[in-house]
């Protein structure tokens, strides 16, 4: 059975840093990505992830202050956050896709996890 659990959630002040796990149970996958969701808005795409470790995929947005990375001996992803603003604020979500392409949209992801919560503070 596969599972994917996220960590590392939690209130932090604008400037501040966060680092986000997913550990991954049942089986590896050839690609994962984090996806967030605001109150009232769409799930939406932030980073993903090729199982080698060097294809990456970023929301234009956010490329710079977020950066994915994987361990694979862990069966882990990464979601590093620094500079962090009150917009930043969400469910994270962890997703796991069987794709050989790297995607950005919720289609490309088959399992997804319970979502870990990100309050950033002004």
């Known amino acids: 059975q596969v599972h994917l659990v996220e960590s590392g959630g939690g209130l932090v002040q604008a400037g501040g840093s966060l680092r986000l796990s997913c550990t991954v149970s049942?089986?590896?996958?050839?690609?994962y990505g984090w996806f967030r969701q605001a109150p009232g808005l769409e799930r939406e795409f932030v980073a993903a992830?090729?199982?080698?470790?060097?294809?990456?995929v970023y929301s234009n947005s956010l490329k710079g202050r977020f950066t994915i990375s994987r361990d694979n001996t862990k069966n882990t992803v990464y979601l590093q956050m620094n500079n962090l603003k009150p917009e930043d604020t969400a469910v994270y979500y962890c997703a796991a896709s069987t794709s050989l392409v790297v995607g950005s949209g919720r289609g490309d992801y088959d399992f997804w996890g319970q979502g870990t919560q990100v309050t950033v503070s002004s």
């Open positions: 992830i090729h199982w080698n470790g060097r294809n990456t």
């Open positions: 049942g089986r590896t996958f050839s690609n």
